[in-house]
Protein backbone atom coordinates (compact mmCIF):
# COMPACT_ATOMS: atom_id res chain seq x y z
CA UNK A 1 0.00 0.00 0.00
CA UNK A 2 1.14 3.22 -0.77
CA UNK A 3 2.05 6.11 2.30
CA UNK A 4 0.60 9.15 3.02
CA UNK A 5 1.44 11.63 0.26
CA UNK A 6 1.57 15.18 0.83
CA UNK A 7 2.77 17.98 -1.83
CA UNK A 8 4.25 19.78 -2.66
CA UNK A 9 7.29 19.06 -0.10
CA UNK A 10 8.62 22.58 0.03
CA UNK A 11 7.16 26.42 -0.26
CA UNK A 12 8.37 29.26 -0.06
CA UNK A 13 6.12 31.99 0.67
CA UNK A 14 6.21 35.76 1.75
CA UNK A 15 4.22 37.04 4.64
CA UNK A 16 0.65 38.50 3.79
CA UNK A 17 0.17 35.65 0.99
CA UNK A 18 -1.95 32.71 1.30
CA UNK A 19 -0.95 28.48 1.22
CA UNK A 20 -3.06 25.27 0.31
CA UNK A 21 -0.97 22.40 1.41
CA UNK A 22 -2.61 19.22 0.26
CA UNK A 23 -2.58 15.57 1.85
CA UNK A 24 -3.51 12.01 0.09
CA UNK A 25 -3.85 9.40 2.76
CA UNK A 26 -3.33 5.68 2.87
CA UNK A 27 -5.91 3.83 0.72
CA UNK A 28 -8.99 3.09 2.70
CA UNK A 29 -8.24 5.83 5.49
CA UNK A 30 -10.82 8.14 6.13
CA UNK A 31 -9.49 10.12 8.86
CA UNK A 32 -6.55 12.81 8.55
CA UNK A 33 -4.99 14.86 10.73
CA UNK A 34 -2.32 17.51 10.76
CA UNK A 35 0.43 18.74 12.72
CA UNK A 36 2.48 21.77 12.44
CA UNK A 37 5.99 21.35 14.08
CA UNK A 38 8.54 24.12 14.62
CA UNK A 39 12.13 24.04 16.83
CA UNK A 40 10.19 26.39 19.36
CA UNK A 41 7.10 24.70 19.88
CA UNK A 42 7.69 21.01 18.77
CA UNK A 43 4.97 19.11 17.60
CA UNK A 44 1.56 20.54 17.67
CA UNK A 45 -2.75 19.10 16.91
CA UNK A 46 -4.03 21.47 14.15
CA UNK A 47 -7.15 19.77 13.60
CA UNK A 48 -8.69 16.47 12.21
CA UNK A 49 -11.10 15.51 9.79
CA UNK A 50 -13.15 12.32 8.98
CA UNK A 51 -15.46 11.94 6.60
CA UNK A 52 -15.36 15.19 5.57
CA UNK A 53 -16.36 16.68 8.70
CA UNK A 54 -13.99 18.22 11.03
CA UNK A 55 -13.60 16.32 14.57
CA UNK A 56 -11.28 18.29 16.32
CA UNK A 57 -9.62 21.18 16.16
CA UNK A 58 -6.12 22.77 17.90
CA UNK A 59 -5.38 25.85 19.22
CA UNK A 60 -4.37 27.50 16.37
CA UNK A 61 -5.75 31.27 15.12
CA UNK A 62 -8.70 31.18 12.71
CA UNK A 63 -5.93 31.53 9.32
CA UNK A 64 -5.86 28.01 9.52
CA UNK A 65 -8.20 26.53 8.47
CA UNK A 66 -9.12 22.53 6.23
CA UNK A 67 -11.28 20.50 4.57
CA UNK A 68 -11.34 16.94 3.44
CA UNK A 69 -12.82 15.79 0.46
CA UNK A 70 -15.46 12.87 -0.57
CA UNK A 71 -12.15 10.91 -1.52
CA UNK A 72 -10.59 11.25 2.37
CA UNK A 73 -7.75 13.60 0.58
CA UNK A 74 -7.69 16.70 2.33
CA UNK A 75 -6.00 20.24 2.19
CA UNK A 76 -4.72 22.57 4.98
CA UNK A 77 -4.89 26.69 4.21
CA UNK A 78 -3.00 29.39 6.10
CA UNK A 79 -4.46 32.92 5.05
CA UNK A 80 -2.06 36.10 5.55
CA UNK A 81 0.85 34.14 6.43
CA UNK A 82 3.07 35.29 9.13
CA UNK A 83 6.87 35.07 9.56
CA UNK A 84 6.17 32.17 12.51
CA UNK A 85 3.90 29.56 10.01
CA UNK A 86 7.19 28.71 8.50
CA UNK A 87 7.45 25.12 10.04
CA UNK A 88 6.66 21.32 8.76
CA UNK A 89 3.47 20.41 8.36
CA UNK A 90 2.49 16.73 8.70
CA UNK A 91 -0.14 15.00 7.96
CA UNK A 92 -1.73 11.82 9.14
CA UNK A 93 -4.12 9.32 8.23
CA UNK A 94 -5.92 6.57 10.04
CA UNK A 95 -8.32 4.04 9.67
CA UNK A 96 -10.81 5.18 11.61
CA UNK A 97 -11.19 8.69 13.73
CA UNK A 98 -9.01 9.57 16.07
CA UNK A 99 -11.17 10.55 18.26
CA UNK A 100 -11.82 7.03 19.47
CA UNK A 101 -8.29 6.57 20.05
CA UNK A 102 -8.07 3.17 18.93
CA UNK A 103 -6.38 3.52 15.67
CA UNK A 104 -2.44 4.31 14.84
CA UNK A 105 -1.75 7.47 12.91
CA UNK A 106 0.77 7.08 9.82
CA UNK A 107 2.53 9.96 9.03
CA UNK A 108 3.61 11.43 5.43
CA UNK A 109 7.28 13.17 5.00
CA UNK A 110 5.83 16.39 5.63
CA UNK A 111 5.63 19.72 3.39
CA UNK A 112 8.47 22.38 4.56
CA UNK A 113 7.07 25.33 4.48
CA UNK A 114 9.35 28.94 4.95
CA UNK A 115 7.51 32.54 5.04
CA UNK A 116 9.98 35.24 4.24
CA UNK B 1 -0.34 21.92 31.00
CA UNK B 2 2.29 19.51 29.67
CA UNK B 3 0.41 16.45 28.98
CA UNK B 4 3.55 14.56 27.49
CA UNK B 5 6.90 14.82 29.22
CA UNK B 6 9.97 13.46 27.77
CA UNK B 7 12.50 13.51 30.36
CA UNK B 8 15.78 13.64 28.05
CA UNK B 9 16.10 16.27 25.83
CA UNK B 10 19.06 14.42 24.00
CA UNK B 11 20.89 11.36 24.50
CA UNK B 12 24.15 10.44 23.19
CA UNK B 13 25.14 6.77 23.68
CA UNK B 14 27.86 5.08 21.54
CA UNK B 15 27.17 1.83 19.44
CA UNK B 16 26.17 -1.04 21.16
CA UNK B 17 25.04 0.63 24.56
CA UNK B 18 21.59 0.08 25.66
CA UNK B 19 19.87 3.21 26.00
CA UNK B 20 16.49 4.42 27.53
CA UNK B 21 14.30 6.93 26.84
CA UNK B 22 11.74 8.15 29.40
CA UNK B 23 8.27 9.33 28.81
CA UNK B 24 5.82 10.45 32.07
CA UNK B 25 2.48 11.57 30.91
CA UNK B 26 -1.02 13.23 32.34
CA UNK B 27 -4.52 12.44 32.15
CA UNK B 28 -7.83 12.01 33.64
CA UNK B 29 -9.35 9.17 31.33
CA UNK B 30 -9.57 5.92 32.07
CA UNK B 31 -8.87 4.81 28.27
CA UNK B 32 -6.02 6.25 26.00
CA UNK B 33 -3.63 5.50 23.64
CA UNK B 34 0.01 5.94 24.11
CA UNK B 35 2.66 5.98 21.33
CA UNK B 36 5.97 5.90 20.43
CA UNK B 37 7.33 7.49 17.12
CA UNK B 38 10.61 8.19 15.65
CA UNK B 39 11.65 10.85 13.14
CA UNK B 40 15.13 10.46 11.02
CA UNK B 41 16.85 13.34 9.48
CA UNK B 42 14.75 12.36 6.42
CA UNK B 43 11.25 13.93 8.60
CA UNK B 44 9.08 11.49 8.47
CA UNK B 45 7.71 10.13 11.61
CA UNK B 46 7.81 6.41 11.58
CA UNK B 47 5.27 4.46 13.96
CA UNK B 48 7.29 2.12 16.40
CA UNK B 49 4.27 1.00 18.62
CA UNK B 50 1.10 1.59 20.31
CA UNK B 51 0.15 0.61 23.73
CA UNK B 52 -3.69 0.94 25.06
CA UNK B 53 -4.53 1.82 29.09
CA UNK B 54 -5.71 -1.67 29.87
CA UNK B 55 -2.44 -3.13 28.43
CA UNK B 56 0.14 -3.04 31.19
CA UNK B 57 1.99 -6.07 29.57
CA UNK B 58 5.44 -5.10 28.47
CA UNK B 59 6.70 -5.19 25.07
CA UNK B 60 9.61 -6.33 23.17
CA UNK B 61 10.46 -6.06 19.35
CA UNK B 62 13.86 -7.04 18.16
CA UNK B 63 15.93 -4.66 20.04
CA UNK B 64 13.37 -2.12 21.00
CA UNK B 65 11.03 -2.91 24.09
CA UNK B 66 8.68 -0.89 26.26
CA UNK B 67 8.16 -0.47 29.69
CA UNK B 68 4.72 0.45 30.32
CA UNK B 69 3.63 1.04 34.05
CA UNK B 70 0.27 2.87 34.70
CA UNK B 71 1.03 3.54 38.37
CA UNK B 72 3.64 5.88 37.68
CA UNK B 73 2.17 7.12 34.33
CA UNK B 74 5.18 6.20 33.05
CA UNK B 75 6.13 4.48 29.05
CA UNK B 76 9.77 4.16 28.63
CA UNK B 77 11.04 2.87 25.74
CA UNK B 78 14.57 0.47 25.77
CA UNK B 79 16.91 0.47 22.69
CA UNK B 80 18.97 -2.39 23.24
CA UNK B 81 22.71 -3.11 21.76
CA UNK B 82 22.20 0.89 20.13
CA UNK B 83 22.91 0.94 16.54
CA UNK B 84 23.84 4.63 14.35
CA UNK B 85 21.07 3.78 12.13
CA UNK B 86 18.76 4.18 15.75
CA UNK B 87 20.01 8.22 15.60
CA UNK B 88 16.80 10.00 15.57
CA UNK B 89 14.35 12.37 17.41
CA UNK B 90 11.82 9.85 19.06
CA UNK B 91 8.59 11.30 20.28
CA UNK B 92 6.07 9.74 22.83
CA UNK B 93 2.36 10.90 22.14
CA UNK B 94 -0.67 10.42 24.13
CA UNK B 95 -4.37 10.30 22.80
CA UNK B 96 -7.07 10.42 24.51
CA UNK B 97 -11.16 10.85 23.41
CA UNK B 98 -12.04 13.86 22.13
CA UNK B 99 -8.49 15.68 21.53
CA UNK B 100 -6.12 15.14 19.47
CA UNK B 101 -2.68 13.27 19.77
CA UNK B 102 -0.56 15.27 21.97
CA UNK B 103 3.03 14.67 21.76
CA UNK B 104 6.20 15.31 24.04
CA UNK B 105 9.17 17.62 22.99
CA UNK B 106 11.01 14.66 21.46
CA UNK B 107 14.34 12.83 23.00
CA UNK B 108 17.48 13.31 20.34
CA UNK B 109 19.14 9.94 20.10
CA UNK B 110 22.69 9.99 18.95
CA UNK B 111 24.33 6.75 18.59
CA UNK B 112 28.34 7.02 17.78
CA UNK B 113 30.51 4.61 16.40
Known amino acids: KAGVTQTPRYLIKTRGQQVTLSCSPI?????VSWYQQTPGQGLQFLFE???????NKGNFPGRFSGRQFSNSRSEMNVSTLELGDSALYLC???????????????FGPGTRLTVL | AQKVTQVQTEISVVEKEDVTLDCVYE???????LFWYKQPPSGELVFLIR??????QNEISGRYSWNFQKSTSSFNFTITASQVVDSAVYFC??????????FGAGTRLTVKP
Open chain 1, 92 to 106: ASSAIASTSSTDTQY
Open chain 1, 27 to 31: SGHRS
Open chain 1, 49 to 55: YFSETQR
Open chain 2, 27 to 33: TRDTTYY
Open chain 2, 51 to 56: RNSFDE
Open chain 2, 93 to 102: ALSEAQEGMR
